[in-house]
Every structure is written in structure tokens, then in C-alpha cells.
């Protein structure tokens, strides 16, 4: 006796449904992995434990004169940030879209490092339009610049578009980014050989895999996948950029700053922050490595997540 061939539709289904398990499973061990691995590392405990292979004297280093430009600096780790470097003597502009807490933080960081060669720049990076007419302003200035931190960004949860038209997280963590290096570029190269671009990615890239649909229309929007997945486009754009630009003298970074508790952090991820509620790390502890990077002589560029501290840089696959 023959038996009936399978019916197309149910073979068809079972195949789909076991691609959908194998999905899920994939995604819930890079969360759970990313999870383990974040509270060993990424926490206070993690910076403690790492920070005793720090030598001092790394930090110690003076860079008065040299011209760093800082984005999303009036709050979290970009203010650390600045504060840092201008503690070291740089000059420091920092770039805020909102006026008064920009002023705000300028004047904080001028009366506690006694450095008044701190600037305000005013400029919304979720706006292509806002960028261009920042990078022409500060071409007039005619001055080099030595160092770039790209660090403004955001987890906006819900989706928003932007008057230009794209997500907002898309357009601040990604086409800003983008465009504020490539509209800068010209004036870092006045500073050959000894520039950095420096961008402030995230650990959370580790729970997404690069993808192409960059303004998340493929499913319902999840704010937290599509600022992972940002992170993880901008660990692939350095490495692109070190790849492009390597013969111009400029060194290229993405960086883990760790957990650190911040503002947007408490903003966006409120659990999270609540229940690790004195176990991230200060703002402070978040930038040492983006304030290491400027200080460092000789080292090297392109792909380098430089993750858990400063000495600590490694090689990570962004596919
Ligand atoms: N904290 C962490 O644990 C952690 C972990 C991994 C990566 N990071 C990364 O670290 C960077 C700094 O984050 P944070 O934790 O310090 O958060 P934060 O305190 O919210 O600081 C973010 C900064 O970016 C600015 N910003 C946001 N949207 C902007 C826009 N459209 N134009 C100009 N500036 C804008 C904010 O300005 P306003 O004050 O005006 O909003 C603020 O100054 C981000 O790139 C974030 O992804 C943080």
C-alpha cells in the first residue's frame, strides 16, 4: 500500500516554525551570554577587578593645546569626558544640542578645572542639516583638530521620526555619528599623524547582528534591538573608516565604556538601572577609556574594541 505524500503546507509550516525556535534560542543565548558576561565585566566590580592592571602613569599625561571635539558632552560619560580632558590641559569644545545645559556644563568644567579654554557648540546630531552647518562653522575657525569623540547617543524606546525623515535612534547613534566624522575629517587631517576619531559604542552590539534594514521597518520597533544594532554599525563604520582612511594619519577607535549609571541610562532602561542600583560604574569610570585613547602614544588603529579598560583592547567580529 502507498502512503499519502506529505502535505506541502504542513512540511512548509514545520519548516518555518523550527527556523522561528532556532531564532528564538539564537536570541536568547546572546542575551543570557551578553547578560553573564556584562555583570562580570561591564559592572563596578568588573572596573574594580580590571582597573588593578592600570598603570597610573598612563593617565597621568598632560595634552595641553590639543583641540578636542566632544559630542553629547553636557551630561554622563560625554561630560566625563570632557572634564577629563580638559583637567589635562586640552581645548575642548564641547557639542550639545540644548543651549543652556550646554552653557551649564561649560561653565561647571571651566570653574572646576580652572581651564577656561572650554567652548560651547551648539548642534542637534539627529539632524544631517544641523551637522553641516556645525562642520562649516568650525572649518572657518581655521584651527586643527586633534581629537573626535563621537559619543552623543540615545535608546529613544518608542519609535520617533525625525523632521528629516529618519528613526531617531538611527539618526543620532548612526547618521550622526557618520556624518560628524566624515564632515570632520578634513580638519582632523590637519593634524597628521598623531589624530584620533574616538566613538562611543556599547557591549550591546554583542546582542545584535549587523543588519541592513537600519531604520528597523522589517517587524515591530524594539528600541533596545535597534540601539544594539546601531552600536554594532558603528564598530563596523570604525573599521571601515581605519580601512578608508588609514594612509591620513588618523587613528580609529570604538570603545565600551562599560555600565555606567547616567542619565540616559536611568531615562531609558528605568528596571535596569533599578536593579543594579550601586553596582554600575560612575561616569567617571565609564570615560577613563575614551580619555585614555587621546593620551596613549603609538596605538595602532582600525579594530580595537577597547572594552573593559583602557590596556585592555581586543580585536571583536562585528558580523
Ligand atoms: N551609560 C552606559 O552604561 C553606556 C553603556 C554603553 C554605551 N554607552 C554610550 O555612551 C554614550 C553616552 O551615553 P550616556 O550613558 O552618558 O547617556 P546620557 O547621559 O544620556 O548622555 C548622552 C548625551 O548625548 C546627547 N544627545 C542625545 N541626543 C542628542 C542629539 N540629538 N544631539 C546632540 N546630543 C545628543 C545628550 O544630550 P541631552 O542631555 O540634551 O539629552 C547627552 O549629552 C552613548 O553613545 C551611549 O550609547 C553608555
Known sequence: MQSAPPNPTIRIQIRVSLLSVAMFLLKAWRSTAFGVYGYLNFTKSGFLEHSKDFNPEDMARRIDGKNCVITGANSGIGYATAHGLASRGATVYMVCRNKERGEDAVSKIQSSTGNQNVHLEVCDLSSVRDIKSFSSRFKEKDIPVHVLV????????????????????????VLGTYCMTELMLPILEKSQPDARIITVSSGGMYAAPLTTDLQFNSSK??????????????????????????DKGIGFYSMHPGWAETPG???????????????????????????????????????????????????????
Open 150 to 173: 563621537n559619543n552623543a547617543g540615545l535608546l529613544e524606546n518608542k519609535r520617533v521620526t525625525t523632521s528629516e525623515g529618519y528613526e531617531l535612534n538611527f539618526a543620532v547613534n
Open 221 to 246: 520597533f524594539d528600541g533596545v534591538t535597534q540601539y544594539s544594532s546601531n552600536k554594532r554599525v558603528q564598530v563596523a563604520l570604525t573599521e571601515k573608516w581605519a580601512e578608508k582612511y588609514g
Open 265 to 319: 541610562v536611568a531615562k531609558s532602561l528605568p528596571s535596569f538601572s533599578k536593579s543594579f542600583e550601586g553596582k554600575l560604574r560612575t561616569s567617571d569610570e565609564g570615560a577613563d577609556t575614551v580619555i585614555c585613547l587621546p593620551l596613549k602614544h603609538h596605538i595602532g588603529t582600525g579594530n580595537l574594541f577597547a572594552e573593559i579598560a583602557p590596556y585592555n583592547n581586543r580585536s571583536v567580529e562585528t558580523k
